[in-house]
């Protein structure tokens, strides 16, 4: 190597490879650069420090600048006042340098001037030894901060391996969360699906029901239509609770669902009970479930869709806005439905004479804001029940 004459090594493995390239052998012993343009500082030095660690002595910042190509030092001991380029100028260009700018370096300095330290301090420098030094302070001070320096690798490292781990199981997490959401959505996609098979009514009631309510929903935060209340809802669950708005259903008997005559009044009784026992069965799965705001989404749709704004309905005759706001939305979506759709006691209907039907239960059946909003996106409802048939 070019500059192999200016500078000396003690207890360091060399090796020079045929094309003449520079290896240090690699071993346990900490690799420090002293680098002083006095010959008795480096003898000293060096003497001081050999015993414990791999030491190069450089004359020069340019010879430590060129060995830095090839070896990268676990710290470095640089004198300030030295010809040609000076300690100063030599740290500016060590932590310019990607490759080298981490390497811990530390000012050697005969002179005790506070403005020459800070100035060192704020170019990178991580402490000033004063010379002529003392081998005993000179070695623990290089022990503390090596030691400093392994300490700081060693927390980024575990910093690195939290954060891979955190990435990690935030992934796991999100996996197993949706793989849970995927089964909840199918278990109570099947309830539902249960009770509405059983009066010969096919799933896509659900699914239509499902579509009808999120564009209400979505009507009403675009007009404003009771906004402090459609704030506090999550729509998200909303939509996914109100497909177990009949699971109650599955208590009335198979006679009585696909009856295609007019019921008695025992038999339309019988009917009204299925709200009643379709919360009770929501209660029960509140019981034991941890985050239930969705079963008391769907509590609400079950027991309260029935209602009407006149007081007429069942099973509580409430009125007006006694009804919970997501069984007087349901009203609309499901007495819709079953009039474009056939039923067994109905053939179906067409859309307007459905919207007809809707508008007729103005303030009586139902919500007159509700239905206003429902005849002014009449055509997305259209468009629903067109598009998703069983």
Not at 127 to 155: G, N
Not at 180 to 205: C, F, P, Q
Request: proline residues 3%; negative net charge.
């Amino acid at each position: 190597m070019q500059n192999m004459q200016k500078y000396d090594t003690i207890n360091v493995d060399i090796k020079i490879t045929t094309g003449g390239i520079l290896h240090f052998m690699e071993n346990k012993r900490k690799t420090i650069f002293l680098v002083d343009d006095d010959m008795t500082n480096l003898t000293i030095g060096k003497k001081a420090l050999a015993g414990t660690y791999n030491v190069f002595t450089l004359i020069s910042g340019q010879v430590m600048l060129d060995m830095l190509e090839d070896i990268k030092p676990d710290l470095i001991l640089l004198d300030v006042n030295m010809p040609e380029m000076d300690g100063y100028e030599v740290i500016k260009k060590v932590k310019a340098n990607e490759q080298t700018a981490k390497i811990p370096v530390i000012f050697l300095t005969a002179l005790n001037d506070e403005n020459m330290e800070i100035k060192g301090l704020s170019l990178g420098a991580i402490d000033y030894i004063t010379k002529p030094f003392s081998a005993p302070l000179l070695l623990k001070r290089l022990e503390v901060h090596l030691l400093v320096e392994a300490q700081k690798r060693e927390l980024v490292s575990q910093k690195r391996e939290l954060l891979f781990f955190n990435n990690s199981l935030e992934q796991l997490v999100e996996e197993k969360t949706e793989a849970v959401v995927v089964l909840k959505n199918a278990i109570l996609s099947t309830m539902a699906e249960l009770a509405e098979y059983r009066d010969e009514i096919t799933g896509w009631h659900i699914v239509r029901t499902q579509r009808y309510i999120k564009a209400l929903l979505d009507a009403m935060r675009r007009s404003g239509v009771y906004s402090a209340e459609v704030s506090m809802l999550d729509e998200d669950l909303v939509v996914q609770s109100c497909q177990l708005h009949d699971v109650g259903k599955i208590s009335v008997k198979d006679s009585i669902l696909s009856k295609p005559g007019r019921l008695t009044d025992e038999e339309f009784e019988s009917i009204k009970e299925h709200t009643i026992f379709g919360e009770k069965i929501i209660l029960r799965l509140k019981e034991k479930a941890i985050d239930s705001d969705f079963l008391e989404y769907a509590r609400i749709f079950a027991v309260s869709h029935h209602e009407k704004w006149d007081g007429s309905g069942y099973p509580a005759g409430l009125a007006g806005e006694e009804i919970p706001l997501l069984g007087r939305m349901m009203a609309i979506c499901d007495v819709y439905d079953a009039l474009v759709e056939s039923r067994p006691y109905k053939p179906p209907f067409s859309h307007e004479k459905s919207r007809g039907i809707i508008l007729e239960g103005r303030g009586k059946h139902f919500d007159p804001l509700l239905v206003d909003l429902f005849d002014s996106i009449n055509g997305e409802f259209e468009r629903i029940s067109v598009e998703i048939k069983g």
